[in-house]
């Protein structure tokens, strides 16, 4: 993980094509034709288990180095990647609704993430996913604070037992909606147990590397065929479980991360690109498909989604240049969050 392998920005860069199409989806009128497409939502399944691996990789390296977890410098650090960002979309979307809308309630639970769990959402509707994530970070760092002094295998039991809870919840209908933290943390969970063996059991890695794409190959073929069953009702494919998705994903991971040989080859111009947007992109495709609606709804849907595409592109690029870099680049000018 020292290294930037290539092939994570293009899984980024997957992530966030996907969730634009099903929004784009949406946002034409779901025809029939198009309405399966909208699987592609699962695409914020698939940065649940990045963000896990990031994170996950960046505080068992920590641990590693210096025997212990900074878990403030660790939060802050995260809080200057996306608290600026976040607040910038959000303030003009509160300032919108008080302009537009007559009797607004102030909507502290967004500026907690805590919206999650008061739904449903009257506005900027995927922030539920961030609300996740920042709990996440919360709760994460702690918790393997605690197990920097224990054997690697409790660890791992851990984990696991972390791993299957959210599936537990949902089977035990221990919650009000679907996107609340305690049964959405699959992926997440699936990415940080990843790293956990990447860092802590690295030989088993690197003998069962050679392995790994041509699991994530299968893989890829089985997530493509629930996209077919929902073209085609008749195959009895249903949709997965989220437990399955973010193990299904995970294998996209591990092939990402099998070597540098293979970080080359699983790699497309422009993948690099679109991943270090893919915050901006995911919190402001929702204006452009907006915009969009109100003004070419009229025109083939390819059109659509690629106005919808270099729309978010555009806007994000502003987000990005403005606001989201170059608070991140200051991170290291800090004595409190520098690495």
């Not at 025809?31 to 990045?50: I, Y």
């Not at 919108?96 to 959402?121: A, C, G, H, M, S």
């Not at 088993?204 to 069953?229: C, D, E, T």
């Amino acid at each position: 993980m020292d290294l930037r392998y290539r092939s994570m920005d293009l899984l980024r860069a997957v992530a966030i094509l996907l969730v634009i199409l099903a929004h784009t989806v949406l946002s034409y009128g779901a025809p029939s034709h198009l309405a399966p497409l909208q699987l592609g939502g699962t695409g914020v399944d698939l940065f649940f288990v990045l963000s896990g691996w990031l994170l996950g990789g960046l505080l068992f390296k920590e641990a590693e180095k210096n025997g212990k977890i900074d878990v403030k410098r660790f939060w802050i650090r995260r809080w200057m990647r996306t608290f600026p960002a976040y607040y910038a979309v959000l303030m003009l979307s509160v300032g919108q609704r008080y302009l537009t809308k007559d009797d607004v309630d102030f909507p502290w639970e967004y500026f907690i993430f805590v919206q999650n769990y008061n739904y449903p959402l009257e506005f900027f509707s995927i922030s539920w996913s961030l609300a996740v994530e920042e709990q996440f970070y919360l709760f994460i760092a702690l918790l393997l604070l605690a197990l920097t002094s224990v054997n690697k295998k409790i660890t791992t039991a851990t984990l696991l037992i972390l791993l299957f809870l959210p599936f537990i919840f949902r089977q035990l209908d221990l919650y009000s909606n679907v996107n609340e933290t305690h049964v959405r943390l699959d992926g997440c969970v699936v990415g940080v147990f990843l790293a956990h063996i990447y860092h802590q059991y690295r030989k088993l890695w690197l003998k069962l590397s050679r392995f790994f794409p041509y699991v994530a190959v299968f893989s890829i073929l089985l997530y493509f065929s629930f996209f077919m069953g929902r073209y085609y009702p008749w195959m009895g494919i249903n949709d997965p479980d989220k437990l399955f998705l973010a193990v299904l994903f995970g294998t996209w991971v591990m092939a990402a991360n099998a070597s540098k040989y293979w970080s080359n080859i699983i790699y497309i111009p422009g993948s690099y690109y679109i991943a270090t947007r893919s915050y901006a992109l995911y919190l402001l495709h929702p204006e452009a498909l907006a915009i969009l609606k109100r003004f070419f709804i009229e025109v083939p849907f390819p059109l659509y989604f690629a106005m919808a595409l270099a729309g978010s592109l555009v806007l994000a690029e502003v987000l990005y240049r403005l606001v989201e870099k170059p608070i991140m680049d200051s991170r290291n000018k800090f004595s409190f969050s520098s690495r």
